[in-house]
């Protein structure tokens, strides 16, 4: 369900001195909310774009933007991204 799980991912982040990711993808409220919960463990910035994620129905979309990820992640969307990153 995370993407830490049987990865390299916490290796290579440390190796490039990287502290934040940009977290999204499907299953918002399984894959995304896991991903976040465990970066976010680990030390990480966790920032995930709501309306670059998905899942199953809409309830549950909101029910893990909305209360999940509120303590573990910076919730926001694309364009704040990428307006950051310009």
């Avoid at 934040?20 to 499907?26: A, D, L, Q, R």
């Avoid at 894959?31 to 976040?36: F, L």
């Avoid at 909305?66 to 310009?86: E, F, G, K, P, R």
Wanted: proline fraction near 1%; include cysteine.
């Amino acid at each position: 369900m995370s993407a830490w799980e049987t990865s390299r991912l916490e290796a290579y982040l440390h190796h490039g001195q990287r502290d934040t990711i940009i977290n999204c993808g499907s299953w918002t409220n399984m894959s995304v909310e896991h991903t976040a919960r465990t970066g976010a463990d680990k030390g990480f910035h966790m920032i995930v774009p709501e309306d670059a994620c998905s899942t199953m129905n809409a309830d549950w979309h909101r029910a893990s933007i909305n209360y999940a990820m509120q303590n573990v992640a910076s919730v926001t969307t694309v364009d704040a991204v990428i307006a950051a990153l310009v």
